[in-house]
């Protein structure tokens, strides 16, 4: 577990300054731009996120499975091809959409449609070479253009606005973080060069044809798996406004950056140590990895949930503008759920690696089905809040089954699994009462914040004091945020 920490920390720590800065950003971003922007931006990234993943066919999975490097180095190629087939194809499709099309009763989105070829593109290059270099562990690279993403794209954000304060330059940023990424990434990828001059067609087409569950089965998952979350934005546009589309993708974006953070970095190795362990190239028992990174998720992951159900309002309300406030709203009817894909994301590569992409299939099929029928039922007979609601509670359910199947295929019972969530809510809980009782007794927000992080500073020491390796990998952490700073 030592390399599996070390690993995890180069992707963590390795870009938590720079993080730290993009979220910083985010209160400039929205007192420059309104709730609409943010509601054009984010059906334009649901509309490309479903594209892009349609662009690689899932083969970018299966190049952390051959056992030999000029195979991986054809499978990265396979996905090459295919990413740009694909943004060509959607290039020639735009032409032929009219500029004033609506699109979920939202015209304003239309015009933007010419970049979508060019995000597809760069998206896609992203997720392919982020896989090669998880295979090749080169985590720190990874990192650097995590970093590069998000600075680049929050500063083009805030610089386009000297231009024109509309969607285009929320857009535009957006594009700018993923080309600056994969110029990094490219970067890393130079020393494998004599790799990659070996591939050819014959086994390219030989190694399509070896992964072929992967498009068959796992594309189609992955596409239903980012349908879903991107869901609310079509039918919220629909049924309501892009308003609050607006306030929806500030909260997720909020939320979801800081979790995202530790979620993808310990979800990238984690697919790389059990997949050698799998291949026998690797040391360590299934069982202990996946129990012990379930853990983790949990004792980082869990608090800061319960602070955003608690301060929802508050905090959007002071950070990002008084028009910002229901944003938080919207935070505390989802953080159950958003909670939940934190712990099945890093570990739902363990479909792949046990080859249940069928299960995956249907379980990701299903999961879309009652996210659209929720919000169907919300939208016609509620309000958003009440909308958001049943999308959160159909997460809920289906995300807990996830849990309970990942960690069965490991060997790990749902007493196991649900003893260790028992277990750090009861601490978070108990941790956070004192903070309830001074939010009900106190109207300055600073006392209220001042409260949250000392029981933060309490909860963490708990946990640091029961997990002897939490402690090792937060010892870990400080050390290494202080020589990279």
Not at 176 to 190: E, N, P, T, V, W
Not at 271 to 277: A, D, G, M, R
Not at 320 to 338: A, K, Q
Request: with cysteine; net charge positive; charged share 15%.
């Amino acid at each position: 577990m030592s390399n599996f920490i070390t690993n995890v920390l180069k992707l963590v720590s390795g870009s938590v300054t720079a993080q730290i800065l993009g979220i910083i950003l985010i209160p400039i971003i929205t007192r420059i731009y309104n709730p609409d922007d943010f509601g054009i931006f984010q059906l334009f990234i649901s509309i490309s996120g479903i594209l892009v993943i349609v662009s690689t066919f899932s083969y970018q999975f299966a190049i952390m499975l051959p056992k030999t490097e000029e195979d991986a180095a054809n499978v990265a190629s396979v996905c090459t091809v295919l990413v740009t087939f694909i943004s060509l194809l959607t290039g020639l499709v735009v032409l032929f959409i009219p500029e004033d099309i609506e699109i979920f009763n939202t015209p304003g989105v239309s015009k933007y449609l010419p970049l979508l070829p060019l995000i597809i593109f760069l998206n896609g290059m992203f997720f392919v070479q982020n896989y090669w270099l998880s295979r090749k562990t080169r985590f720190g690279v990874i990192a650097g253009s995590r970093v590069s993403n998000t600075l680049t794209s929050k500063a083009f954000q805030i610089g386009f606005a000297k231009w024109s304060i509309t969607p285009l330059g929320l857009i535009g940023g957006f594009v700018a973080g993923y080309l600056f990424a994969d110029l990094f990434m490219l970067r890393g990828i130079k020393k494998d060069i004599q790799v990659f001059k070996k591939v050819s067609i014959k086994r390219m087409k030989e190694v399509a044809i070896q992964y072929k569950k992967f498009p068959l089965f796992s594309s189609w998952s992955s596409i239903a798996n980012t349908i879903s979350p991107q869901v609310p934005a079509f039918l919220l546009a629909y049924f309501y406004s892009t308003s609050v589309v607006g306030h929806f993708s500030l909260a997720n974006q909020v939320v979801n950056l800081p979790m995202g953070i530790v979620g993808s970095a310990i979800g990238q190795v984690f697919f790389q140590k059990v997949s050698e362990v799998k291949n026998g190239n690797g040391e360590g028992d299934m069982k202990v990895i996946v129990g012990e990174v379930y853990k983790k998720l949990i004792s980082i992951g869990l608090f800061p949930m319960i602070l955003l159900m608690i301060l929802g309002e508050q905090i959007f309300t002071f950070a990002f503008g008084e028009e910002w406030g229901i944003s938080g709203t919207y935070v505390r009817i989802l953080v159950p759920w958003i909670f939940l894909v934190f712990l099945s994301s890093p570990i739902s590569t363990l479909y792949n690696v046990f080859e249940r992409q069928k299960v995956w299939l249907i379980f990701s099929i299903v999961l879309l089905v009652s996210r659209v029928v929720a919000l169907f039922i919300g939208g016609t007979y509620g309000d958003p809040e009440f909308a958001l609601a049943l999308y959160s509670f159909t997460g809920i359910v289906f995300w807990l089954w996830n849990n309970a199947y990942l960690l069965g295929l490991a060997g790990i019972s749902k007493k196991e699994s649900i003893g260790t969530l028992i277990k750090y809510a009861t601490i978070g809980l108990v941790v956070s009462a004192p903070l309830i009782m001074i939010e009900m007794i106190f109207s300055s927000f600073y006392v209220i914040i001042f409260a949250a992080v000392v029981v933060t500073g309490i909860y963490y020491a708990i946990t640091l004091h029961d997990d002897p390796m939490f402690r090792k990998m937060f010892s870990a952490f400080i050390i290494s945020v202080r020589n990279r700073s």
